[in-house]
């Protein structure tokens, strides 16, 4: 009795980059999306940090180039102040390491 040969059953993998595709699309039918509401709400609390950041830094460069300049033309008082701020931000530092 003779064996018949019979063909392996072939499985086609797909491409990477179709399998990408395909579990990308599959993982964003997953995905919980916020409401409109909860999407105005979330842009306006960050475009008001933003703001609130930005003019935070801009009085911190302010103060800094005032002292710069203080200190660069030899005022004994914006020097004073300079001393006493990186004393402050040394402690700051200090103490908030040790918790």
Do not use: C
């Not at 064996?3 to 964003?28: F, G, M």
């Not at 033309?73 to 918790?99: P, T």
């Amino acid at each position: 009795m003779a064996k018949s040969k019979s063909s392996p059953v072939v499985t086609r993998e797909d491409h990477p980059v179709i399998k990408y595709v395909k579990s990308t699309r599959a993982e964003l039918r997953r995905v919980t999306w916020p409401t409109r509401e909860e999407t105005r709400s979330l842009t306006t609390i960050i475009v008001i940090v933003t703001i609130v950041m930005g003019l935070f830094l801009g009085i911190l460069d302010f103060l800094f180039q005032q002292i710069a300049a203080g200190v660069i033309g030899g005022n004994l008082i914006i020097i004073a102040a300079a001393v006493v701020l990186l004393g402050a931000g040394a402690a700051a530092f200090y103490f908030n390491a040790q918790e």
